[in-house]
């Protein structure tokens, strides 16, 4: 570190910086890298909290292109274009692909995954599985409500696939509490939050199977081959 140059130094911030806000910003992702810090959360969504994240991205490519990556050691540069790169793809995706506005699978998926990936890794303390666990359960209800917020487009083919997710999450609550080990009040706990999981991924099901009657349709090809040699 000391013998790094000021646009070296400059880099290895920004790079740094990125890294700690990402896994900040993505609790799922940070559980499946074995970073614990964000453990019993799920990713925030709103309109306030996407204009947040699209603002950070925005600031990060601005500080990014202050920096000239001639002057960077060959090593560092791959990691300058896969850093560019990876920015303008969140940007890309945040400003104009917006699943969230169409795809109620996506936040379905981040639920199954998160709760996937507490209750099957060997790699975490069960007081910290417990509690990670606890907090991504009582977060189901509000998380689904905020995502049905944000809908307002229906395409057939992700409502269908949310419905399929949900079904997978219902059979997941129902085999997390014999992967946890604790105490019987916390237990007992747990059980109230799958019920109460259960219940909101229930009638999100119902609302899914009803959500073309307020929405404009959109449409995705469902036959993505679209080369013919």
Partial sequence: M?????????????????????YKFHPVESTRHGISDHHGLFRMIGSEQN??????????IIELSQIDPTKLSAED????EILASKLEEMKYFMEELKPWEWNPSWVLREIYDGLFLLSESQDIKMVDRVDAVKNRLSLIPKHLENSKSLV?????????????????IIRLLDD???????DNLTLDEIDLLI?????????HGRWLSKGSNKLSMINFPLNLDLYKA
């Fill in 152 to 168: 307002n487009s229906f395409s057939k083919i992700h409502f269908e696939e949310g419905e399929k997710i949900i079904d997978g």
């Fill in 77 to 80: 540069r791959i990691d300058y």
């Fill in 2 to 22: 000391s013998c790094q140059t000021s646009v070296e130094k400059s880099f290895y911030d920004l790079n740094h910086a990125f890294v700690n806000w990402y």
């Fill in 195 to 203: 019920i109460s999981g259960k219940k909101s991924l229930v009638e």
């Fill in 176 to 182: 997390i509490p014999i992967k946890l080990n604790s």
């Fill in 51 to 60: 204009e947040e994240h699209i603002a950070d991205i925005s600031r990060f």
